[in-house]
């Protein structure tokens, strides 16, 4: 007989006996860190000759553990006084977060632009504290006055390194919020699709939290290894899924100013993050010692394969349109206006945007393309056996993607971050004061658009999802190598002969820019009246129907 | 130590290279032959990548490697090509049973 | 075609090996085991009855007799006439076989409707009656290794099955009557 | 837990370097960051190189094909060969290798065998490869390299690169073309299943 | 480097054979082709699609030999539901094993209770009042609505469309409201019984009814163009699983299975029992590529078909729906039924359409109160045994078009 007990199955993980110990461990680390930062400010004091910045710093970072240690601890302690306050204050708070992300996102930004201002009033390799200080409070001599604080915080700003930790920092905090808004937000449009409401319950107002609460459960998740999986590659398959989707964001621009890296090759280093990307789910497949994860992983890279193919020669016509590599200079390329988006620039620029969103859907797996985790005939393919933290990673690196290739469209074809209004109405406020730049963000260029514009071909991919039936692997395979290659190299071989016999201006250019500006303007407008519409009609359009139920019944 | 030159690179390479030669001296399986060239040719196209960098050459060693990692690719699909027959043929991959000289 | 016209036009061509079982609301013939492959591709080749469809086998225990009935269900489905492309009724019939309890076996007609390979591995499993000539004849319905054939009327349920102790041990160390029937 | 962080610990690591090492710009010669990062990234180059002599199961040696070809991607990015490290990633570690996993699969059992090498080959293998290493390493380091030019070319790799391809090396690049077509021909015959002859492919139907 | 060289087709099969006899049937089976063949060496693998596979529609395990995403072979296990309902049938009397008949077919339980009491009264000579056998084919055919809506959606899950499976269970808890005001049971309710039916019709049930039946109708149309016509679902379904009108007859298929290959046979109409010689309804037929609306690609007998004949059914349903709340007559809903049954020592074997083909019950008496036997066809069981006939050298994603069209209940296959 084997050794399965029911009591063993049935016992809660974390009993009170956890609770207490976490909350004693708790208390005395916050308290002991918050007596150590005291002390160490205090040591600081007195020595200040050596190493105060060094101290400052330590100062800051212990005192600031010792207080989440003690926040913790808090929580636990009145874990249900805590959620009952999450709970009512729940929209508050959602809002709140939205607009503090925003302004967080922006600090760094003028933050920079004022280092980079006093930096070029001091030339030479590196500005000290005190010089910082001085511009800070206007003085020429620096007194370690009040502003020293600020100074001695805008001193490592300065340096590429720093700068470039916070990228990552950025872009690893914006991936994790972009995954768990799309996963909230997928069930959220399939349930409005499906005339049902989608989450509504964890967090308050429609189910913000929905993704969090998933996010701890799968933390919290037996970590489950199959007998005879090659441990150490099923444990670093998600990892090979992840990073790439990761670095995906270190070359795309949120605006020509907001990238991490701008990358003179930017474009093909993202086709490339994403080629990579396959080989976390090959290997996934090969390590999970299960027939099904196998046939998934081999649909992945046999689809992915053919489909690098279509989307790189997509990709090929920018470049030659443009002349670059380069995301920042495409994006600026379209900077006049709606008509000016790429994808409205020539017949063959309009297939291959379209080209390239189909391409872009197979490589992310999403559907009609989304076989290798097709569950009515594979399980759940790749991602069978694998289960908590390493299946959330693989979730992770799936949504990052389908945001950064959504992106990568509309900075590719749809005016990168721009606003269908020309930049050049807004030219004069972009460098006006700040209350101007703002309005000059919103309306004009700037994140916003790019992260709407993203959303927006986000949405479409799921909106496709909860519409259409899945493609059988015979028909990706026909799909890609007879439909999407001969039209891309049609796409290719006609911009190539359009560049070189339009000239920019004729009227032959002039003319088919207008009819498929206006083919753009009329499908966002058609989609605009649909959502019109459907918002209007919504008690109607859901199919419910008021049945009194029968006395009796 | 702290400034990196030409050497720190070449001496890399060559790191790769032993490697690289190690891996095709001693593994029996086909693939991991190949895999052991792979080792090799990016040592090689890394030596020319620093010469380029370091040295006098301008950009004739980023093409050159450009045209090593073209070889390599083109190599490794026929290389796997000719194992799937090889497996197809022998039912092994191992490559010491090639010896037959016959199909 | 009626049960009866049925029946005649086989003892016409059969003799003795088939007899008119005239069973109130349910007529059919029967037929000696030895009989029954050729009497079954005449019921569906020949045109005046084309008995083209085995609806189903059902074994009947007739314990404490030392027989097994068996009862094959067939329906003549007729390809139409009319414009509206309606099939027709063309005549039901149920053939019964009789065959020993113990070790009987009849010939398989899985050739003759494809419907009868599955049909006749559940009467196997679930009465213990064996199909000769069966391509495929195992458990169906059961585990391979489920021992006896549960419709026979003096089948006694186990008691525990792979080391799992079974219902009716339970209602039996509780005092109360077993589930076999 | 046993081996886990090995594997976890070099990615992050490589994120971080690859943010670092994308610095289009030349630096100026003695930057410690950079130093920090070329040795880092050394590490997972030799550290994965090694990994493949060591591993006898065949996807782990893929696997650390894969940090090879990384680590050498970014190495091409320290040294601003940035165009040459995407194409590294594209081809190598985008294609050659999932060519290569793919003929793994294809070409071994789920079950099969470990084909492992003699004692002997494995001393001879170390004792010539060791050899080769420290004599490599003693003329490398003995030898006086020409002076670096400053800086190098960076900024306009792209462009200098693709005039170079269509003008110096044209026949090269009309070659290797010829040559990848060739490839794509040969794969393809190889790997084409025979044709299928009167007693193969029908199936077993009655 | 082996011996001697059987054929691989052979020896594959003899491999797998003693595979499933040492219980251990996902070990891989190598295949030594004829090298003289000059065949692909490749791998063909066992795999167990199911019984936990969420295409598989509950616990059928089929086990396929495939060559890649080739199925070469896929051989039906089942019996993970068997209850042996027809022993209990033996042990219980004919108002108790209503409840069992539920559980057969358990998304259409009305129609099992429809013939199981149909059955039973042809036993005992009992006749039904008029109101009951109307209520009686109401709640059949409000049954055969709700089954094939069932049907429907999961075949768009099988399809990889998730939204036409909410859509159909939408419209299905109305009728499982409808249900749950007759009854108080939504999924096994019993309802009817041997002599009509267990309680009269609520107040107000015929006006919600037609409500229901008004409301429900145009949204056929919305089901067609959001599955039955796209034509990736096409492209997935069409040609797919041809079964030919023999086979189909050969293999005792039954119900819309049958009709997709297109037999207009259709017990209601050809062997009326009950009372459905009364009303007027179409028997819809699989139909061949560019006729009647079907799509160019359609063959009569594919997966399309079948699918399609059951969207058909629906309509007619509603149809027959209607003409019954304009007849339906008042007065008693039961047959006087007396407390203890006692069945005569006669046979019968009686047949009605269910929902996924005909449902046959052959009840033996002996002039007890319970039966001497009772035997039940289940449709999904003769459907599903042309599973191994039809799923031969497709591809895997075309088990679950085949597999999901042929719609089989575990609950019937198993009993």
């Known amino acids: 007989m084997n050794k399965f007990s029911a009591e063993d199955a049935l016992r809660p993980r974390f009993t009170a006996a956890h609770k207490a110990l976490a909350l004693r461990g708790f208390v005395i680390a916050g308290v002991a860190l918050l007596a150590a930062a005291v002390g160490f400010g205090f040591v600081a004091g007195v020595a200040q000759g050596v190493g105060y910045a060094a101290a400052v710093g330590g100062v800051v970072l212990a005192g600031l553990t010792g207080a989440c240690c003690l926040l913790a601890a808090f929580v636990i302690r009145f874990a249900a006084l805590v959620g009952r306050v999450l709970l009512t204050l729940a929209l508050p708070i959602f809002l709140g977060g939205v607009v503090g992300i925003v302004v967080l996102a922006w600090i760094p930004a003028l933050l920079y632009e004022r280092v980079d201002g006093i930096k070029a009033d001091h030339p030479g390799a590196a500005v000290s504290v005190a010089q910082f200080e001085a511009a800070l409070t206007g003085n020429a001599a620096a007194a370690r006055g009040p502003a020293y604080l600020a100074a001695l915080a805008l001193w490592p700003l300065q340096f590429q390194l720093t700068r470039d930790v916070l990228a990552v920092v950025g872009v690893v905090g914006f991936v994790s919020l972009v995954a768990m808004f799309g996963i909230w937000w997928e069930r959220k449009v399939a349930g409005r699709m499906q005339s049902r409401l989608g989450p509504m319950r964890v967090g308050g107002w429609h189910g913000w939290a929905q993704s969090l609460a998933d996010g701890l459960k799968l933390l919290q998740k037996e970590d489950i290894f199959i007998a005879g999986a090659d441990r150490a590659l099923f444990r670093l398959a998600p990892y090979v899924a992840f990073i790439p989707a990761m670095c995906l964001f270190i070359a795309l621009p949120f605006s020509a100013a907001w990238v991490a890296r701008d990358l003179e090759v930017g474009l093909i280093f993202i086709f490339a993050m994403l080629g990579v990307g396959v080989l976390g789910v090959l290997l996934a497949g090969w390590a999970s010692n299960n027939k099904w994860s196998m046939l998934g992983a081999m649909r992945e890279a046999c689809q992915m394969i053919s489909y690098e193919i279509p989307l790189g020669f997509a990709l090929l016509v920018p470049i030659m349109t443009l002349g670059t590599l380069r995301l920042t200079a495409i994006g600026e390329a379209q900077s006049g206006g709606f008509h000016t988006w790429l994808a409205f620039a020539n017949p063959f620029t309009f297939i291959a945007a379209i080209v390239f969103f189909v391409a872009t859907l197979a490589s992310c797996k999403r559907a009609p393309f989304d076989l290798p985790e097709a569950e009515s005939e594979l399980v759940a393919g790749y991602l069978t056996e694998y289960s908590g933290f390493r299946w959330a990673l693989f979730f992770f690196a799936e949504y990052a993607e389908m945001f950064a290739v959504a992106a990568l469209a509309s900075v590719l074809f749809f005016g990168a971050w721009y606003s269908p209004l020309p930049a050049s109405w807004g030219a004069a406020w972009a460098d006006g004061p700040l209350w101007q730049r703002a309005v000059h963000g919103v309306l004009y260029s700037g994140p916003i658009w790019f992260v709407l514009k993203g959303f927006f071909f986000f949405f479409v991919q799921l909106w496709l999802r909860w519409t259409l039936p899945r493609i059988r692997l015979d028909q990706v395979m026909y799909a890609c190598v007879q439909v999407l290659l001969p039209l891309t190299m049609v796409a290719l071989l006609g911009n190539t002969l359009w560049l070189w016999l339009v000239r920019p201006g004729a009227w032959l250019a002039v003319a088919v820019n207008l009819i498929l500006t206006a083919i753009g303007g009329l499908t966002v407008v058609a989609m605009a009246a649909i959502v019109l519409y459907g918002y209007l009609n919504r008690r109607r359009l859901v199919g419910t129907m008021a049945v009194d139920p029968l006395p009796g019944g | 130590m702290l400034t990196i030159g030409l050497t720190h690179y070449l001496v890399l390479a060559a790191a790769l290279l032993c490697c690289g030669l190690y891996v095709m001296t001693t593994k029996r399986n086909a693939v991991g032959i190949l895999i052991g060239a792979e080792l090799v040719l990016n040592a090689a196209a890394l030596n020319l990548v620093a010469f380029a960098r370091y040295g006098a050459g301008g950009l004739d060693g980023q093409v050159a490697t450009l045209f090593v990692i073209v070889l390599a690719a083109a190599e490794a699909a026929i290389a796997i090509a000719i194992f799937v027959n090889y497996y197809r043929v022998l039912a092994t991959i191992d490559a010491d049973r090639g010896d037959t000289l016959k199909g | 075609m009626t049960a009866q016209e049925v029946a005649e036009l086989l003892i016409a061509r059969f003799g003795t090996a088939v007899e008119a079982a005239p069973v109130e609301i349910h007529p059919g013939v029967r037929v000696t085991p030895e009989a029954w492959p050729a009497v079954a591709r005449f019921l569906r080749e020949e045109p005046r009855l084309s008995f083209n469809m085995l609806r189903c086998i059902s074994g009947l225990d007739l314990h404490p007799e030392p027989q097994i009935e068996l009862v094959y269900d067939l329906i003549a489905m007729r390809a139409p006439t009319a414009a509206d492309g309606l099939w027709s009724n063309g005549g039901e019939l149920a053939v019964r076989i009789r065959v020993a309890r113990d070790g009987g076996s009849v010939p398989s007609v899985w050739d003759v409707w494809r419907a009868a390979e599955w049909h006749e591995r559940e009467a196997y499993d679930l009465l213990g009656v064996g199909f000769d000539g069966h391509p495929d004849l195992r458990r169906i319905l059961c585990p391979d290794d489920w021992v006896g054939h549960p419709l026979r009327k003096d089948y006694e349920f186990p008691k525990e099955y792979q080391g799992i102790p079974s219902a009716a041990a339970a209602a039996e160390g509780e005092g109360g009557c077993g589930a076999s029937g | ?206 | 480097m082996r011996g001697k060289r059987v054929s691989g087709a052979e020896r594959n099969r003899q491999g797998m054979e003693d595979k499933l006899l040492q219980g251990r049937p996902d070990v891989l089976v190598e295949v030594d082709r004829d090298r003289a063949g000059g065949g692909l060496r490749t791998e063909e693998m066992l795999v167990n699609m199911g019984p936990q596979h969420p295409s598989t529609h509950g616990v059928l395990r089929l086990m396929l030999r495939i060559d890649g995403e080739l199925v070469l072979e896929c051989t039906p296990h089942i019996g993970y539901l068997h209850r042996c309902a027809e022993k209990i049938g033996e042990n219980v009397t004919p108002v108790q094993f209503i409840p069992i008949t539920d559980r057969l077919d358990y998304l259409a339980a009305m129609i099992n209770n429809h013939g199981y009491s149909l059955a039973v009264e042809k036993l005992l000579g009992m006749e039904v009042p008029e109101r009951g056998r109307y209520i009686r084919v109401i709640m059949s055919e409000l049954n055969r609505i709700a089954s094939h809506l069932v049907s429907f959606g999961a075949y768009g899950l099988d399809m990889g469309a998730f939204t036409p499976f909410v859509y159909a269970f939408r419209e299905r808890e109305y009728i499982l409201d409808l249900f749950e005001q007759v009854c108080g049971a939504r999924l096994t309710y019993s309802y009817l019984s041997i002599g009509g039916a267990t309680q009269d019709l609520p107040e107000g049930f015929p006006e919600r009814l037609a409500q229901f039946l008004d409301y429900f109708e145009p949204k056929i149309a919305e089901y067609n163009n959001l599955l039955s016509f796209n034509q990736i679902f096409v492209k997935r379904t069409a040609g797919v699983g041809v079964i030919s009108a023999a086979d189909a007859i050969a293999w005792g298929l039954t119900g819309p299975c049958l009709r997709g290959s297109g037999v207009k046979w259709d017990l209601r109409k050809c062997v009326p029992y009950d009372i459905y010689d009364r009303f007027e309804f179409d028997i819809p037929v699989g139909l061949p590529g560019g006729v009647g609306g079907a799509p160019r690609e359609a063959v009569v007998g594919d997966s399309w078909n079948r699918y399609y004949v059951r969207i058909l059914e629906m309509q007619q349903s509603v149809r027959i729906l209607r003409q019954c709340l304009q007849q339906l007559p008042s007065g008693d809903f039961r047959a006087k039924v007396p407390r203890v049954l006692k069945l005569p020592a006669k046979e019968t074997y009686l047949e009605v359409e269910g929902g996924r083909g005909q449902v046959g019950y052959l009840v033996v008496g002996d002039g007890k109160a319970v039966p001497r036997r009772v035997k039940i066809r289940g449709p999904s069981f003769c459907n599903l045994s042309i599973a191994s006939h039809v799923c031969r050298n497709v591809l895997i994603a075309d088990i679950a078009a085949i597999i999901g069209s042929i719609d089989v209940v575990m609950g019937e296959v198993d009993r």
């Open chain 4, 1 to 206: 837990m046993t081996r886990g962080w090995l594997y976890r610990l070099p990615l992050p690591a490589l994120l971080a370097a690859s943010a670092l090492a994308a610095d289009g710009a030349a630096a100026p010669a003695a930057d410690p960051g950079k130093a920090v990062a070329f040795y880092l990234v050394a590490a997972v180059t030799v550290g994965s190189a090694l990994g493949c002599a060591i591993a006898t199961n065949i996807v782990r040696m893929a696997m650390c094909l894969l940090g090879t070809l990384g680590g050498v991607a970014l190495l091409y990015f320290l040294m601003s060969a940035t165009f040459l490290g995407v194409i590294q990633l594209i081809v190598y570690a985008g294609g050659t290798l999932i060519v290569i996993v793919f003929g793994v699969m294809l070409t071994s059992r789920a079950y099969g065998v470990k084909l492992r090498p003699r004692p002997v080959e494995v001393l001879a293998a170390l004792v010539v490869c060791g050899a080769l290493l420290v004599g490599l390493v003693a003329v490398l380091l003995r030898t006086d390299w020409p002076a670096a030019p400053a800086g190098g070319a960076a900024e306009g790799t792209v462009a200098a690169l693709g005039g170079s391809l269509l003008s110096v090396y044209l026949v090269p690049f009309e070659l290797a073309s010829v040559l990848l077509l060739a490839v794509m021909i040969g794969a393809a015959y190889l790997a084409q299943p025979a044709l299928p002859t009167a007693g193969d492919g029908a199936g077993p139907e009655e």
